[in-house]
């Protein structure tokens, strides 16, 4: 019974105590208590505000750093690019905006040496050698026929499907918006070309005259011969 009256008589003198203290601060200070609890709330909400704005200006500098970075990071990607262009090279047709050179719609047909299309066999003076004097040749630049009204022998042309062919032959049946291309093969006439209608390139116009030296040196020349490696051309 003793225990539970000390334990009360501690318990009254506590809350007295307590009470005491804040009629003390209360006196001094001029605040009641009502003022101190939205004082600690403040006290909370301020504090909440403030990581609020400490996450966001963290944010803001971390975009800062990640705008800054931008330009770098789209140059290393450009130079990844140019990389990839370098390490896996393109066809030709790829390669180039033929857009930039002017366009002629014509009727492409393919041809051989042989005597289907030209009447002539191996053994013959002028077996495989065209109006210009150059052997027909297939390469990266090949050797095709056109009406010189049209295109003039020595006029370079690319045509997509089939490469850069060099005015370089005539032919009777070859009037007007008519090439032909030339193949080493009738199987390949008939199963990589056929007959086409088809835009062309126009890259350089001859002056009328092709020399075998000419022709070389256009499939020498070194800028083309990744395509070579390629066999873009085929």
């Given amino acids: 019974m003793n225990t539970w009256k000390q334990i009360a008589r501690r318990l009254m003198m506590t809350t007295l105590f307590f009470t005491a203290l804040l009629t003390t601060f209360q006196t001094f200070s001029g605040v009641g208590a009502a003022e101190l609890g939205r004082w600690v709330s403040e006290q909370a909400t301020y504090g909440t505000q403030e990581l609020k704005r400490t996450a966001i200006q963290h944010v803001e500098k971390r975009m800062t750093i990640f705008k800054r970075a931008i330009p770098t990071m789209q140059r290393e990607e450009q130079a990844m690019s140019i990389e990839a262009v370098k390490a896996e090279p393109v066809s030709l047709e790829e390669a180039i905006d033929w857009s930039l050179y002017p366009s002629e719609r014509v009727v492409a047909t393919g041809y051989t040496a042989g005597y289907e299309s030209t009447g002539k066999n191996p053994g013959h003076p002028g077996y495989g050698i065209t109006y210009s004097g150059v052997e027909v040749h297939r390469d990266l630049y090949s050797t095709i026929a056109a009406d010189p009204t049209v295109f003039p022998i020595g006029t370079v042309l690319f045509i997509p499907g089939y490469g850069y062919g060099v005015v370089a032959d005539t032919g009777s049946a070859i009037k007007g918006h008519i090439i032909d291309l030339y193949y080493e093969t009738v199987d390949e006439v008939f199963n990589k070309w056929g007959k086409q209608e088809i835009d062309v390139y126009v ?32």
């Fill in 203 to 234: 890259i350089e116009r001859g002056d009328g005259k092709l020399t075998p030296e000419e022709f070389m040196s256009l499939n020498e020349d070194e800028a083309v011969q990744v395509f070579r490696n390629e066999k873009s051309y085929e």
